[in-house]
């Protein structure tokens, strides 16, 4: 069965520290993304990766970085922690559907608390 | 900027009714249009998609139906049941290009049917 695992189901941390949040797809996608939920928000896109060392940032890139050194892993970083990044956080990798479209695979996600 | 417009918000049916969930796209450039069925502690999972040379989508009890003059899609559910009890997300993608078939997605509409 195709994977992506998030690394961490929860997480709380402290105001202003960095944070790390892992993600690996077993599926040799080429594209990678990093989402943040919000209720009443839905889903926005943070950044996007279409190849080893490749990113794009999305809608909402602001405090936030990413790591692309492997095809498998892509890597979201919070650089400062902020209370306003309490979210959570879903990793999806994606191919081609043959429908012309791209379907998503998504992980079960990592709910961020920042306080 | 929301690209996507859902509603409604949240939605309550009674099983076996027909529950309807809409959302209107101002790109005219997407020429994708998924939904994707989130379950809680679950990412979104693909649902169904269409593409604008169909007017219509059937798969089982789901339905998509897609006007694109109008630049709206919905979704409907036949005959409810408890277990379709989730969150509902459209998107919408541009499929070619360098938009590596990247998601914007709708708020999210949270359904509920009662049994």
């Not at chain 1, 943040?36 to 405090?63: A, C, H, N, T, W």
């Not at chain 2, 009714?17 to 990412?43: M, R, V």
Request: a positive charge; proline letters at 4%.
């Amino acid at each position: 069965d195709v994977k992506v695992t998030q690394s961490s189901r929860y997480l709380v941390k402290r105001t202003g520290e960095k944070v790390f949040l892992e993600c690996v797809q077993d599926m040799d996608h080429e594209n990678m993304f990093w989402y943040r939920q919000d209720p009443g928000l839905g889903l926005r896109l943070i950044y996007f990766s279409y190849d080893v060392k490749m990113k794009e940032k999305g809608d909402i890139p602001e405090g936030y970085s990413v790591s692309r050194e492997k095809k498998e892993r892509f890597s979201l970083i919070l650089e400062s922690a902020s209370t306003n990044q309490t979210s959570m956080y879903l990793c999806a990798s994606s191919s081609p559907t043959g429908t012309g479209g791209w379907g998503y695979t998504f992980g079960s996600g990592t709910r961020l608390t920042v306080v | 900027q929301q690209q996507v417009k859902q509603s409604p918000q949240s939605l309550i049916v009674q099983k076996g009714g027909i529950s309807i969930i809409n959302c209107a796209y101002e790109n005219t450039a997407f020429d994708y249009f998924p939904w994707y069925q989130q379950f809680p502690g679950k990412g979104p999972a693909l649902l169904i998609a269409i593409r604008p040379d169909v007017s219509e989508k059937k798969e089982g009890r789901f339905t998509i139906s897609f006007n694109k003059s109008a630049k709206q899609f919905s979704l409907h559910i036949m005959d409810s049941q408890p277990g379709d009890s989730a969150t509902y997300f459209c998107a919408a993608s541009m499929a070619g290009g360098t938009s590596y078939g990247k998601l914007t997605f709708g708020q999210g509409t949270i359904l509920t049917v009662h049994p």
